[in-house]
């Protein structure tokens, strides 16, 4: 015997987000049902609307639900400093550090070729376009210092070694295999203010 | 500066679920939106679905979508015993155990006067008319070992005092596989005072 069919249903459902196991989801689904009914209504129309109007930012390819985020459309920021990142969730790290004024190049990502993922996915043609404008005088590949972040940056560092940009990496500091999401804002602030050129 | 509204909304609404802080929603946001839109549309419609249409069993009062819950319709439970428990959770858990054929009843809590939960908010009134009838010959009183739990089940055993039923609670004593040294005194003194011959 078990809960009936929707509310099975529903703790199958919550198992699709990340560290939910089946205890976990049971204790969800009842809380959601027995306590929490207006919670859980918003949560079901606000995902809903996140899935169908959030995309990638045309410029830098952050999660946004406008064409351009508002990062890319502020006037406040220096044009001449780009920094590569992997994920949306690393870029609010960067931000939160503090320390740095310029703007972002999201790849969504990092290189490896085993899960279909190359240049094309993490949008470097785009990358490489906007790097050929003249405008962007350094560019900081601030990937993780993991295997796949760096093989990522070397390829990036390769495909402009033809164009007069600065190209630098995070200073150590980074623990090796760490995750910059999960990084404390100090570590992360030093760390770019420690940056070295790439070579 | 954080992620676009939408996305911020997102990972505030996630913040209903139980047990999910800041960190793990914005995972969970991430997650969704950069990897696994489908799942994430799959529980946004059963999630509405199931708020929408799950209710209490009319007779056991334990969650369901339908008017009688199916093991409240199940030919095969032996309608003299009865079992109160508080959540459905805990019924869940007591079939998982095996053991018992009876039927149910879930108060959906325990008695709490501080926070306005009373004899009706249990369905208290239902629990008497059923037992009113002459077909349950034993209550078994499953509500927690809390303070809360047996000021429940004493509330419930005077409420039924008139009637010829015999009314029953879980025994305490120690868990399978748990050690004694371990084990709280207040559970152990009712072990002791438990004592059963050995056979
Ligand atoms: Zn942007
Ligand atoms: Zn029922």
């Given at each position: 015997?078990?809960?009936?069919?929707?509310?099975?249903?529903?703790?199958?459902?919550?198992?699709?987000?990340?560290?939910?196991?089946?205890?976990?989801?049971?204790?969800?689904a009842?809380?959601?049902?027995?306590?929490?009914?207006?919670?859980?209504?918003?949560?079901?129309?606000?995902?809903?609307?996140?899935?169908?109007?959030?995309?990638q930012?045309?410029?830098?390819?952050?999660?946004?639900?406008?064409?351009?985020?508002?990062?890319?459309?502020?006037?406040?920021?220096?044009?001449?400093?780009?920094c590569?990142?992997?994920?949306?969730?690393d870029?609010?790290a960067?931000?939160?550090?503090?320390?740095?004024?310029?703007?972002?190049?999201?790849?969504?990502?990092?290189?490896?070729?085993?899960?279909?993922?190359?240049?094309d996915?993490?949008?470097?043609?785009?990358?490489?376009?906007?790097?050929?404008?003249?405008?962007?005088?350094?560019?900081?590949?601030?990937?993780?210092?993991?295997?796949?972040?760096?093989?990522?940056?070397?390829?990036?560092?390769?495909?402009?070694?033809?164009?007069?940009?600065?190209?630098?990496?995070?200073?150590?500091?980074?623990?090796?295999?760490?995750?910059?999401?999960?990084?404390?804002?100090?570590?992360?602030?030093?760390?770019?203010?420690?940056?070295?050129?790439?070579?």
């Amino acid at each position: 015997m078990a809960f009936s069919p929707l509310v099975d249903q529903l703790i199958t459902a919550l198992r699709c987000l990340p560290g939910v196991g089946p205890k976990s989801a049971q204790r969800m689904a009842l809380h959601l049902l027995e306590r929490n009914r207006e919670g859980g209504f918003r949560l079901s129309q606000i995902l809903d609307q996140a899935l169908e109007q959030v995309g990638q930012c045309q410029s830098c390819r952050t999660l946004t639900e406008e064409p351009i985020c508002g990062l890319c459309r502020s006037e406040r920021r220096d044009n001449s400093l780009l920094c590569v990142v992997e994920t949306p969730a690393d870029q609010i790290a960067m931000e939160q550090a503090g320390g740095f004024n310029g703007r972002y190049f999201v790849l969504t990502g990092h290189l490896s070729p085993i899960d279909g993922i190359g240049p094309d996915s993490l949008g470097l043609p785009l990358l490489a376009e906007r790097l050929s404008q003249g405008v962007v005088q350094e560019l900081i590949l601030a990937t993780n210092p993991t295997v796949e972040g760096e093989a990522t940056a070397h390829y990036i560092a390769d495909m402009i070694e033809h164009l007069p940009i600065k190209v630098t990496r995070l200073a150590h500091g980074i623990p090796i295999g760490g995750e910059l999401e999960y990084i404390d804002g100090g570590t992360l602030s030093r760390a770019l203010a420690g940056r070295l050129p790439m070579v």
